[in-house]
T-cell receptor
Framework: AQKVTQAQTEISVVEKEDVTLDCVYETRDTTYYLFWYKQPPSGELVFLIR??????QNEISGRYSWNFQKSTSSFNFTITASQVVDSAVYFCALSEGGSSNTGKLIFGQGTTLQVKP | GAVVSQHPSWVICKSGTSVKIECRSL??????MFWYRQFPKQSLMLMAT?????????EQGVEKDKFLINHASLTLSTLTVTSAHPEDSSFYIC????????????FGDGTRLSIL
């Protein structure tokens, strides 16, 4: 069965600190996709990144970076020099790939990040 | 980027009323749309998967007759909460997907439903 675990329920940091949000997944599929979404207080889900299981290259986008480690089934998300606007709930998600891909997302429980000024 | 419009954003109505929520993909065709429900401080719970032109597939425990889903075109899906009761109050959010594996789901802004 597929499962996504975000063990950190809430994290609080002070502005300009770096913070890493953990995500561990379980799947028997050899082809799958991993995602991160941001949900600010207004409620909408904002797509941040998609990574397929064959691409373990880490990615950096501005202050955001992602570390995909297949060996540990982890897809961690780091925000460098955090800002108050980064305060939100962050969801990690998994979907199956290949010909059986239905697009269904399995979400983790989310991590609430609070960045204090 | 891909835009999904969800309307209305907020509904307050009396118990027994039926409420319709629309989900539109504005700049792409969505073969599949998903409907989620989210309780406060919890994750998204998938309610149903809707494919254009066919009946929706509901997740276990979701009442089909309570939550009617229609996906009549490649850009529009609707969720109707029939005879809503206070326990149906929640945040409902839709997403739209092209059907291509290299594309993510794109989400609407959600609808806050309050049943009095």
């Amino acid at each position: 069965a597929q499962k996504v675990t975000q063990a950190q329920t809430e994290i609080s940091v002070v502005e300009k600190e770096d913070v890493t949000l953990d995500c561990v997944y379980e799947t028997r599929d050899t082809t799958y996709y991993l995602f991160w979404y941001k949900q600010p207080p207004s409620g909408e889900l904002v797509f941040l990144i998609r990574r397929n299981s064959f691409d373990e290259q880490n990615e950096i986008s501005g202050r955001y970076s992602w570390n995909f480690q297949k060996s540990t089934s982890s897809f961690n998300f780091t925000i460098t020099a955090s800002q108050v606007v980064d305060s939100a709930v962050y969801f990690c998600a998994l979907s199956e790939g290949g010909s059986s891909n239905t697009g269904k997302l399995i979400f983790g429980q989310g991590t609430t990040l609070q960045v204090k000024p | 980027g891909a835009v999904v419009s969800q309307h209305p954003s907020w509904v307050i109505c009396k118990s027994g009323t039926s409420v319709k929520i629309e989900c539109r993909s504005l700049d792409f065709q969505a073969t599949t749309m998903f409907w989620y429900r989210q309780f406060p401080k919890q994750s998204l719970m998938l309610m149903a998967t809707s494919n254009e032109g066919s009946k929706a597939t509901y997740e276990q425990g979701v009442e089909k007759d309570k939550f009617l889903i229609n996906h009549a075109s490649l850009t529009l899906s609707t969720l109707t909460v029939t005879s809503a009761h206070p326990e149906d109050s929640s945040f409902y959010i839709c997403s739209a997907w092209t059907g291509y594996s290299n594309q993510p789901q794109h989400f609407g802004d959600g609808t806050r439903l309050s049943i009095l």
